[in-house]
């Protein structure tokens, strides 16, 4: 089935849509890398998804879809863990994604990006000494 036609089916009803206060319309599918309920970014339209999550011990888990084993759900996706350096991090998932889906470069190194700000930890501001 084609990718446009999926998207015509689940646009309106899905369980993955999230509805805001303001109109916007958000969307907790996986594979979808800035939530936004879209056909550009929906990760069950396109056969192509990236998907990047948090892993244990300040680790990334980058999920990619596999399109010639579309019919067998176990082996539709393949995940790789890094905990390489955020630098090398980034320039290995833009290598991946260039060659893999380009129109998504910028929203999976925008996600890579919030997924480590979110791993570090918060250093406690100092109580002021009373004299």
């Not at 596999?66 to 991090?89: D, G």
Request: glycine fraction near 6%.
């Amino acid at each position: 089935m084609s990718s446009q036609l999926v998207w015509q089916l689940v646009k309106n009803y899905n369980s993955f849509m999230v509805k805001g206060l303001n109109g916007s319309t958000f969307s907790t599918e996986p594979g979808n890398l800035f939530n936004k309920h879209s056909y550009k970014y929906s990760g069950l339209a396109n056969e192509k998804t990236v998907h990047i999550e948090a892993g244990d011990d300040m680790a990334v888990t980058v999920t990619k879809s596999r399109t010639k084993n579309a019919q067998k759900p176990a082996a539709a996706r393949h995940s790789t863990t890094s905990k390489k350096h955020v630098r090398r991090q980034a320039t290995s998932l833009g290598k991946e994604v260039q060659h893999f889906r380009p129109d998504l470069k910028a929203a999976a190194l925008a996600r890579l990006s919030a997924v480590n700000k979110s791993q570090r930890t918060k250093r406690g501001s100092k109580a002021a000494k009373s004299s």
